[in-house]
């Protein structure tokens, strides 16, 4: 069964900080990669999209990663906001453009 | 929230009646989606449209109906509410099907008591 499981479930850091989310997926194959950050009582927002042919992708501050041999995939935040205080959200499209969701990491930012 | 409204934002039924969620967009996407999100799970499609009158289910579309007569408008009903259907339901919207970006809506919060 197509599955993306993300670690940790949450998380807590220090303002300023630096941090990076996990997720693992059996899909395969598949056509690409999403991370998606949705902040309290929002819908989520694409943070970045990736090919399986694409190994690294940056949009400010954050910057996924993704290894399709292992089936993994990162998001990195550098030097962490308190605006960054959301659940992160992984997502992966499989060849048949079905969506399958994680069910996300909460990050929480401490001043 | 990409040009995406949902009505109502909250709402408070009881088992056995009727709903009908409203999604309108303003961006002349042809696909739209409707989610439900809830605790210790990722978001699940419940049923999603291709077009005017074109629509089809998703993983989680038993107890949901949906209709499209407009572009701009998609409405998810529940035609008779459970206390399982308690949840949080999004509207998502896209230019291609799945494959592009989706924008998604502020959502609806709805209880079922």
């Known amino acids: 069964k197509n599955q993306v499981e993300q670690s940790p479930q949450s998380l807590i850091i220090l303002e300023g900080k630096n941090c990076t989310l996990q997720c693992n997926y059996t899909v395969s194959p598949f056509s690409n990669l999403r991370w998606y950050k949705q902040d309290t009582g929002r819908g989520p927002v694409s943070l970045t999209i990736?090919?399986?042919s694409e190994n690294t992708k940056s949009n400010g501050r954050y910057t996924a990663t993704l290894d399709a041999d292992t089936k993994q995939s990162s998001l990195h935040i550098t030097a962490s906001q308190l605006s960054d205080s959301a659940s992160y959200i992984c997502v992966v499209l499989d060849s048949n453009y079905q969506l399958i969701w994680g069910a996300g990491t909460k990050l929480i930012i401490k001043p | 929230d990409a040009g995406i409204t949902q009505s109502p934002r909250h709402k408070v039924t009881e088992t056995g009646t009727p709903v009908t969620l409203r999604c309108h967009q303003t961006e002349n996407h042809r696909y739209m989606y409707w989610y439900r999100q809830d605790p210790g799970h990722g978001l699940r499609l419940i049923h999603y449209s291709y077009g005017v009158k074109d629509t089809d289910k998703g993983e989680v579309s038993d107890g949901y109906s949906v209709s499209r007569s407009k572009t701009e408008d998609f409405l998810l009903t529940l035609e008779s509410a459970t206390s399982s259907q308690t949840s949080v339901y999004f509207c998502?919207?896209?230019?291609?099907?799945?494959?592009?970006?989706?924008?998604f809506g502020p959502g609806t919060r709805l209880t079922v008591t």
């Open positions: 990736m090919t399986f």
């Open positions: 998502a919207i896209s230019e291609s099907e799945s494959v592009g970006e989706q924008y």
